[in-house]
């Protein structure tokens, strides 16, 4: 039986070893949302034949694994049935969730009609080109120009970058927000606090990228990201006060302006089917989306 660990600090190095391998698009294939999200959605590890094999388990759903990450060739036939043994020893079948289109064509061709996919909507990564959203040309981004001039005709702000005289501040704000939506009963407001707070306390060791904004002094929004492959940067984190007319359109534009300008493409992960969140994405007109499967592993024509 394979022993799975929890995800560490330490476990940076290693899972970024994996993740430099190919130049994966995919927002799951970064050791920070791992990272950050770990206790809610219980991610493990294990090295299975050279593979690094994530699972997860989300509230009171059925666990499930990302597809194996290889330095090399992957070789699905041999670590996929352990991982089944592993699932069906604790009465689960082996489910992959999140499974970008090329490792679903790996996975089909290598194993010959033992394993089927169903689409993942709520899951695809939207993906921007970063001029676009730096410079919202043409009549698609005519609203958000609008935003931002109203912004800009309304408010005195500084944009600044994350750092030490900051992070705090950014903490202790969204702690405020949080505590104004009334969300001590809601989980996944819960579940989010507890991500950003993982962010934040680890933005030094996790090698991130943040900027702020400023109005009359105060922290009113601020972004996290970091580079998810050398061309392409992921958006973790994005929070504003929607007191603030535009501010969501302002620490947007700025995050990428002054961070991330000398790369191609954004990343601003999934919308899990909220629909007010996927207007926001879709509205920012994405030039692609990241495709994702949810896999069945069948062993001798049944589900295991």
């Known amino acids: 039986m394979i022993t799975f660990k929890n995800i560490q600090l330490e476990d940076r190095q290693l899972f970024n070893l994996y993740f430099s391998a190919k130049p994966y698009e995919n927002s799951e294939f970064n050791f920070t949302n791992l990272f950050i999200w770990r206790l809610s959605y219980h991610f493990q590890f294990a090295i299975i034949h050279d593979h690094l094999c994530i699972i997860a388990k989300y509230r009171d759903r059925y666990p499930c694994a990302f597809s194996p990450l290889s330095l090399a060739a992957p070789d699905y036939e041999k670590v996929l049935p352990i991982l089944a043994e592993t699932f069906h020893a604790k009465g ?7 499974i970008p289109e090329k490792q679903k064509n790996e996975m089909e061709a290598a194993l010959h009609g033992r394993i089927f996919f169903l689409e993942d909507r709520n899951n695809y990564d939207y993906v921007y080109l970063a001029r676009d959203l730096i410079e919202l040309k043409g009549k698609m981004f005519r609203q958000k120009r609008n935003h931002i001039n109203k912004f800009l005709k309304s408010y005195e702000y ?8 900051n992070l705090k501040e950014c903490l202790k ?3 405020i927000w949080i505590s104004k939506q009334g969300g001590s009963e809601d989980q996944s407001i819960l579940e989010e606090k507890q991500a950003i707070g993982e962010a ?22 601020f972004a996290l990201g970091e580079l998810l492959n050398p061309d392409m940067a992921v958006i973790h984190i994005e929070k504003a006060n929607t007191d603030y007319v535009g501010s969501f359109n302002m620490i947007n534009r700025m995050f990428v302006l002054h961070a991330w300008s000398d790369v191609t493409y954004i990343n601003r992960e999934e919308d899990m089917g909220i629909p007010g969140l996927r207007k926001a994405k879709e509205s920012y007109n994405p030039i692609r989306m990241v495709k994702k499967y949810t896999g069945f592993y069948l062993k001798e024509g049944t589900l295991t």
């Not at 934040?200 to 929004?221: D, M, P, Q, S, Y």
């Open 92 to 98: 689960y079948p082996l489910v992959f969730k999140s």
């Open 200 to 221: 934040i306390n680890n933005f030094h060791k996790l090698k991130l990228t943040g900027g702020v904004i400023r109005i009359n002094g105060k922290v009113r929004a």
């Open 158 to 165: 500084q944009y600044e970058e994350m750092s030490d005289s």
């Open 173 to 175: 704000t969204e702690l």
